[in-house]
């Protein structure tokens, strides 16, 4: 597969980061699972380590009205002490959500999924403004401006790689939220040369 191809111009984020600015087309070949709440075989096996979530995002969270009685973990152990300075997130510096009985502290007790998704969308909300942006493009990510996919999708560690459409599929209309329908066009034509 080719490498890094550049952007014809940058897309920043609604929330004004992070900007993207190339993309790896190993987005256009490598495969999961992508329909989580129909898979029956992991366990939500990727929330075993929490996720990055921006600092303004983890205010928003705590503040949400009747999220701790659902998490059943004080609000206080939900998030990591110390921010880590990191521009690429639009407030400026991430927090990491805790780890709680081997998974995301915010993994639904006894069912699957997430806690702040399922809330927002029984109450209404948009989960954008609250659920972390890594979580919600997962298995994509960024990093210093270039879009690709996660490292436990190119190891193999990801339970589900290699199965269902590729993760570009999986992950387009978030990034047509967060980024826009220009960026999503552009990944479009790429993706077209990248196979032809």
Same mark, same amino acid.
């Not at 059943?72 to 690429?88: K, Q, R």
């Not at 999924?113 to 109450?123: E, K, P, T, V, Y």
């Not at 298995?139 to 339970?159: K, M, W, Y």
């Given at each position: 597969?080719?490498? *890094?191809?550049?952007?014809?111009? /940058? &897309?920043?984020? @609604?929330?004004?980061?992070?900007?993207?600015?190339?993309? %790896?087309?190993? @987005?256009?070949?490598?495969?999961?699972? #992508?329909?989580?709440?129909? =898979?029956?075989?992991?366990?939500?096996? =990727? !929330?075993?380590?929490? *996720?990055?979530?921006?600092?303004?995002?983890?205010a928003r969270v705590?503040? +949400?009205?009747?999220?701790?009685?659902?998490? $059943? *973990?004080?609000?206080?152990?939900?998030? #990591?002490?110390?921010? *880590?300075?990191?521009?690429?997130? /639009?407030?400026?510096a991430f927090l990491?959500?805790?780890?709680?009985?081997?998974? !995301?502290?915010?993994?639904?007790?006894?069912?699957?999924?997430?806690?702040?998704?399922? %809330?927002?969308?029984?109450?209404?909300?948009?989960? %954008?403004?609250?659920?972390?942006?890594?979580?919600?493009?997962?298995?994509?990510?960024?990093?210093?401006?270039?879009?690709?996919?996660?490292?436990?999708?190119?190891?193999?560690? +990801?339970? !589900?790689?290699?199965? $269902?459409?590729?993760? &570009?599929?999986?992950?387009?209309?978030?990034?047509?939220? &967060?980024?826009?329908? $220009? +960026?999503?066009?552009?990944?479009?034509?790429?993706?077209? +040369?990248?196979?032809?």
């Amino acid at each position: 597969m080719s490498g *890094v191809v550049s952007l014809s111009r /940058p &897309y920043t984020c @609604i929330f004004g980061a992070p900007t993207l600015t190339a993309v %790896h087309p190993q @987005i256009f070949a490598l495969r999961y699972f #992508t329909r989580c709440m129909e =898979c029956t075989f992991c366990g939500d096996d =990727c !929330c075993s380590f929490g *996720v990055d979530i921006d600092t303004g995002e983890a205010a928003r969270v705590a503040a +949400l009205p009747g999220l701790a009685e659902i998490v $059943g *973990v004080p609000p206080s152990e939900w998030f #990591t002490d110390t921010p *880590v300075a990191d521009p690429e997130f /639009p407030s400026g510096a991430f927090l990491r959500t805790r780890v709680h009985n081997g998974h !995301c502290v915010f993994q639904v007790r006894g069912a699957r999924g997430c806690a702040i998704h399922s %809330h927002c969308l029984d109450r209404g909300l948009d989960f %954008h403004l609250y659920k972390p942006m890594v979580s919600t493009l997962f298995p994509l990510t960024f990093e210093q401006g270039l879009l690709l996919a996660s490292d436990e999708v190119i190891d193999g560690d +990801l339970i !589900c790689s290699g199965q $269902g459409p590729v993760i &570009y599929d999986g992950a387009r209309e978030e990034l047509a939220y &967060y980024f826009g329908a $220009g +960026l999503v066009t552009e990944l479009d034509s790429i993706r077209l +040369l990248a196979h032809s």
